[in-house]
T-cell receptor, first 113, second 114 residues
């Protein structure tokens, strides 16, 4: 399977802990997106990378959130000092160009207790 | 601010029937309108997409109708099958630094009864 891969699939953590998620995009897709999806809602844009450059961040991305894509391949999303409101599905998507559709991974479901 | 409004939130249709989902948008800069299908525990998967230079696009049992002046677009699922039971999201994007960054509607949960 050469689709977008996300790890872990599920993460349960206690409030105040830090968590990190990983996304491996489709090979040679230079555009990578992070979205957050809460139960019963549509995905909301968090941030976007073109190669290793983070070009846009949503105001939803508070200073507790940080994303990296160090070599323009895989990306990580870290949440520091997690809060219960951070509980959601975190989706990663990739695309080879601005005119191509987004391909989503199956997400990481975060539960903050 | 919800830039893409989707309705209904849920619908039930008999096998063989037609499912219709509607979306309205506010941003006139949007120029790409995809529909995504999502099954429980999975990420959204692209179903069909349209650009505003055409009013209708059909792929198999799925049709998008687009009304630029009304800023509305809809998805029609013909001959609905139980396997179509899923959540459907409309989305829109505009040209910009984030290229194909998508703004999603709230989703419609479709249940097709056998």
């Amino acid at each position: 399977d050469t689709g977008v891969s996300q790890d872990p699939r599920h993460k349960i953590t206690k409030r105040g802990q830090n968590v990190t998620f990983r996304c491996d995009p489709i090979s040679e897709h230079n555009r990578l997106y992070w979205y957050r999806q809460t139960l019963g809602q549509g995905p909301e844009f968090l941030t976007y990378f073109q190669n290793e450059a983070q070009l846009e961040k949503s105001r939803l991305l508070s200073d507790r959130f940080s994303a990296e894509r160090p070599k323009g391949s895989f990306s990580t999303l870290e949440i520091q000092r997690t809060e219960q409101g951070d509980s959601a599905m975190y989706l990663c998507a990739s695309s080879p160009s601005s005119s191509s559709p987004l391909h989503f991974g199956n997400g990481t479901r975060l539960t903050v207790t | 601010q919800q830039q893409v409004k989707q309705s209904p939130q849920s619908l039930i249709v008999q096998k063989g029937g037609i499912s219709i989902i509607n979306c309205a948008y506010e941003n006139t800069a949007f120029d790409y309108f995809p529909w995504y299908q999502q099954f429980p525990g999975k990420g959204p998967a692209l179903l069909i997409a349209i650009r505003p230079d055409v009013s209708e696009k059909k792929e198999g049992r799925f049709t998008i109708s687009f009304n630029k002046s009304a800023k509305q677009f809809s998805l029609h699922i013909m001959d609905s099958q139980p396997g179509d039971s899923a959540t459907y999201f409309c989305a829109a994007s505009s040209p910009g630094a984030a290229g194909n960054k998508l703004t999603f509607g709230g989703g419609t949960r479709v249940l097709v009864k056998p």
